[in-house]
């Protein structure tokens, strides 16, 4: 999970455009990539929750996700959850 700052007044067509044909081609074609979710709050916070198929490919993609150049990054972690059914 990583969350990022959005300036709150910036266009929304253009973040659309960023996020539609930017970020999600390059983080779906990241090893590993099992499924996405991208959220914003509409106040100044965009939250990006990557499923990867292994703890190897998660820790490789959030390196590529808070790269040096990218938003601003105002929280990351890397999650283990496990559900059984």
């Known amino acids: 999970m990583v969350q990022v700052a959005i300036h709150p ?7 659309r455009g960023i996020l539609n044909d930017l970020v ?6 990241l090893p590993g990539f099992v499924k996405g979710m991208w959220l914003n709050d509409r106040n100044g916070t965009g939250t990006c929750v990557v499923v990867f198929e292994s703890e190897e490919a ?15 990054v105002i929280g ?8 059984e059914g």
């Open 58 to 72: 998660a820790r490789a993609g959030l390196a590529t996700l808070t790269r040096e150049g990218g938003p601003p």
């Open 24 to 29: 999600v081609p390059e983080v779906t074609s």
């Open 76 to 83: 990351l972690g890397l999650h283990d959850v496990e559900v």
């Open 9 to 15: 007044a910036s266009d929304a067509a253009h973040r």
